[in-house]
């Protein structure tokens, strides 16, 4: 199984930027992409980027392309999401998770708590 920490959610203004992190543990070399989701009240969990873990390879959401980028490091097992440009309709809980195919793996273990990001003025 994998251990998720998100972290650097907050309240940002519209237009500002945030940087979230996503601290992976235990068996992430079973997993070749790792993902950022996102839920807002009421709606169900949404797609929002993912990277490889070997070639940094990407793949993002048409939502947040242009004002969002993923990175990760290696070494730290560490994946980030940097979001510029924020809108009022971004606010939602950001979950991590081993993704594939822009779906969370199901076998990974369980979710991370997540991190809160508002965006309002």
């Known amino acids: 199984q994998v251990q998720l920490v998100e972290s650097g959610g907050g309240l940002v203004q519209p237009g500002g930027s945030l940087r979230l992190s996503c601290a992976a543990s235990?068996?992430?070399?079973?997993?070749?992409?790792m993902g950022w989701f996102r839920q807002a009240p009421g709606k169900e969990r949404e797609f929002v980027a993912a990277?490889?873990?070997?070639?940094?390879?990407?793949d993002y959401a048409d939502s947040v392309r242009g004002r969002f980028t993923i990175s990760r490091d290696g070494a730290k097992n560490t994946v980030y999401l940097q979001m510029n440009s924020l809108k009022p309709e971004d606010t939602a809980v950001y979950y991590c998770?081993?993704?594939?195919?822009?779906?969370?793996?199901?076998?990974?273990?369980?979710w991370g708590q997540g991190t809160q990001v508002t965006v309002s003025s």
């Open positions: 990277i490889s873990w070997r070639g940094g390879n990407t």
């Open positions: 235990g068996r992430t070399y079973s997993f070749a992409r």
């Open positions: 998770a081993p993704s594939e195919a822009r779906r969370p793996r199901s076998d990974f273990g369980s």
